[in-house]
Every structure is written in structure tokens, then in C-alpha cells.
């Protein structure tokens, strides 16, 4: 088990990496619109937001299963530039207040200037960790995020924090990678497959043990092959969907 400071080495490396791609210092052939189009991801939605907001960094489409109602409030939690927050604004214009969460300031000021130039209202854009969610005691409704939860070393505080948050009957709709079997440990011990998702995922009965320890009684969680797009960018050549598949984990309080 990683100890505090080894975690906090992984966090530090984690905003690294994602600085150097808002820096545009990490590059790659495979385009973020083609791993967004891959991913099921409305194009003509997409085409509405300026380029910047699309930062390829998906590993799964949580908004194409979130149930929202008018009124309801939502976070994002690891938002990047916002785009699906700016997507369920688009879809559900009348929705309550939506909250984007992220470390890194490079990327909240990205979303804010997003946010700014489209006009929309009711988006709130807060710096955060995922172990120490700035929000009060059931005070949303809808807790969504997209390949992030598997960065942060500690997963069952996540989860803590996310049914602390949720109001009663609320909803999580999260997608992240999850394991068919036990990584290599070299890959597991690799800085730079911390900073992919793929180090830190877990097994679906480890993941379900997590969700339940948090409080869950009412969860499932489908899983589904990586796509080509996905495994191409990010997987480093070295067989990555062997080993994991995109897992869909939908939970209510």
C-alpha cells in the first residue's frame, strides 16, 4: 500500500504530464477530435465549442447515460477544459447549477474563458482535489467524470467524497478505465502509466468493493472494449487491451 508521500509524488506527476499537454509539449498523431468521435461524442455538439475545449483526454462517454432534470445540479469531477460541461449545458439548457472540478489553473482558466465567450450562465469552474471536494453535505445532485478518478492514488476517498456530496437519490455517472487482469509490475510501478489511467486502474471487484465501502447499495458497472483510437494514443504499443477495457460505473445514494 502507497504511503502518503508516494502518493503525493504520483499526484505531482499526474499535473505534470497534463500541464505539458495544455503546453501542447506532449504530442501524438491521433487527434483529440478523433478519440471524442470515437467515443460516441455528438460532432455537431463539438462544433459549437471552440477546438480548446476538446482536449482528447476521454476514455469513455458519461454524458450519454446521465439522467438530468431541470433544476438538478451536477459536478465534474477532473472537468480539463469543460467540455462535458459545456456538452449538458448544450443538451439540458435548463438544468441547475453545474460545478467543473480540477487541480491544475491552466486548465480551469481554459473552461472559464470557454464559458465566458459562449455566454453560458449557471457554470461554475472551482479549484479542487478529488479527496477534498469543496462542496457541502448533499448539495448536488449528479456527480459525473471521464478517466480522472483512476489518477488519484486514493480511490476510496473519492468515493467517500462523492456520497457526501450527493443528495439523497443523486447519481454518479462515471467512466474510467477498469482491469481484465493484473498489469504487469512494471507497468504498474511506471510514473508515466500513472499518467494514463492505466497504473492506478483496478479490477471491477475491487472497484465494486470501493463503491460499496463508500456506501453504495444501488451500482452497477458495464464494461466494454477500448477503442482502437484510444488503445493507439494512449496505450504505448505494448498490447494495453489485453489488459483493460472502458468501464461505465452508474450508482445512485
Not at 503546453?23 to 465549442?49: A, C, F, R, V
Not at 439523497?168 to 510501478?189: R, T
Not at 482502437?228 to 450508482?251: F, N, R, T, V
Request: glycine share 8%.
Amino acid at each position: 500500500m502507497k504511503n502518503k508521500n508516494d502518493n503525493e509524488k504520483i499526484r505531482e506527476k499526474v499535473d505534470e504530464f497534463y500541464q505539458k499537454i495544455f503546453d501542447k509539449e506532449y504530442k501524438t498523431h491521433i487527434s483529440p477530435e478523433k478519440i471524442s468521435e470515437s467515443l460516441g461524442y455528438n460532432q455537431e455538439m463539438l462544433k459549437q465549442l471552440p477546438e480548446e475545449a476538446d482536449t482528447g483526454l476521454s476514455c469513455g462517454n458519461p454524458i450519454n447515460h446521465l439522467k438530468i432534470k431541470e433544476g438538478q445540479s451536477l459536478i465534474d469531477l477532473g472537468c480539463g477544459a469543460g467540455m462535458d460541461i459545456f456538452i449538458t449545458k448544450m443538451k439540458n439548457p435548463k438544468v441547475g447549477m453545474l460545478y467543473g472540478l480540477d487541480r491544475l489553473d491552466s486548465m480551469l482558466d481554459k473552461a472559464k474563458k470557454v464559458r465566458n465567450n459562449k455566454g453560458f450562465d449557471n457554470i461554475k469552474f472551482i479549484k479542487g482535489e478529488l479527496i477534498n471536494i469543496p462542496l457541502e453535505d448533499k448539495s448536488v445532485d449528479r456527480v459525473i467524470s471521464n478517466c480522472v478518478i483512476n489518477l488519484e492514488p486514493d480511490k476510496q476517498k473519492v468515493y467517500d467524497e462523492i456520497y457526501r456530496i450527493l443528495k439523497e437519490d443523486g447519481m454518479f455517472v462515471i467512466s474510467d478505465i477498469i482491469l481484465k487482469k493484473e498489469l504487469p509490475l512494471e507497468w504498474k510501478n511506471s510514473s508515466k502509466m500513472h499518467c494514463t489511467w492505466v497504473a492506478g486502474a483496478l479490477l471491477g471487484e475491487e472497484m465494486a468493493e470501493i463503491i460499496e465501502k463508500a456506501g453504495f447499495t444501488k451500482f452497477q458497472i458495464i464494461n466494454s472494449d477500448v477503442t482502437d483510437e484510444y488503445a493507439e494514443k494512449w496505450g504505448y504499443g505494448k498490447g494495453m487491451k489485453d489488459y483493460i477495457q472502458s468501464g461505465l460505473l452508474i450508482g445512485r445514494k
